[in-house]
């Protein structure tokens, strides 16, 4: 079954077909009676010109029926749930896993939000206009099956360095360090104005190191994601992952070697 916005699409391109077909029809009409001339062909000069007008008409008509003939909102769709209902049935007929969660859509490790007054999606921090339901599915489907380009070690070096701005000189570097909350690094991180690196895509990034204990930092030095007391009060990092089951973070602390 179509959706609203999808019907409208097909209803369109269908239009825009017979508009090219009687356009195309025009210019193919124009070509033979070039051809006639150039070679002085007068009986195809006569016959071509004559068959221009309704050639013409033909063109003059498509062209008059796509007058007007767009007036989806577009935006409105976006913004009151079905455009989210009908990617979600997309990505189901298509068996692509996407979850939605506080505004956010997963389509791991893809993180899409919506961006309904530019009738568009932000995939990442990459703004896409192709918004057909069945389409934009397809092409999450295709950009989550490309090679990751995340760079866990140079994540992890950059947390490090920020980390141990936190902790400040009062850590020898060879006991376990304190906990820091991962919020206060993310804040570190996006100090700059105009810092465009959402907490979600943070936590994203936190759960493709964590899949990496075996990664050290340039010093040799191994990172835990604690839970329990050590992270009492500490606000917490939510992400989810491929099947949609929630991962919780809260700080992070390094310990020397290990």
């Not at 498509?62 to 007007?68: V, Y």
């Not at 007054?117 to 057909?132: F, H, L, M, T």
């Not at 020898?172 to 820091?180: A, K, Q």
């Amino acid at each position: 079954m179509t959706s609203e916005f999808e019907d409208e699409l097909i209803s369109l391109d269908a239009r825009l077909e017979r508009a090219q077909r009687a356009a195309e029809g025009l210019i193919n009409a124009l070509k033979q009676v070039r051809r006639a001339a150039r070679t002085g062909n007068v009986s195809e000069i006569v016959r071509g010109l004559d068959g221009l007008n309704a050639r013409l008409a033909d063109a003059q008509s498509a062209a008059r029926d796509l007058s007007g003939v767009w007036r989806f909102d577009a935006s409105a769709y976006m913004a009151d749930g079905r455009f989210l209902a009908d990617i979600q049935s997309s990505a189901a007929e298509q068996k692509l896993e996407m979850f939605e969660r506080n505004g956010r859509i997963y389509c791991f490790p893809l993180l899409v939000r919506i961006e309904a007054n530019q009738s568009a999606v932000r995939i990442g921090r990459k703004i896409e206009r192709k918004i057909r339901p069945s389409e934009l599915v397809r092409l999450l489907a295709k950009a989550q099956k490309r090679p990751q380009r995340f760079r866990e070690t140079a994540f992890l070096e950059l947390i490090w360095r920020a980390y141990r701005r936190l902790v400040g000189p009062e850590w020898n570097g060879t006991d376990p360090g304190r906990v820091v909350a991962l919020i206060d690094i993310h804040d570190t991180l996006t100090l700059l104005p105009g810092s465009d690196y959402p907490q979600e895509e943070f936590a994203r990034d936190l759960l493709l190191l964590d899949r990496r204990p075996d990664l050290r930092t340039r010093g040799g030095d191994r990172f835990e994601f604690p839970h329990g007391t050590t992270t009492k009060g500490i606000k917490p990092l939510i992400v989810y992952d491929e099947q949609g089951s929630e991962r919780v973070y809260y700080g992070i602390r390094f310990v020397q070697g290990g």
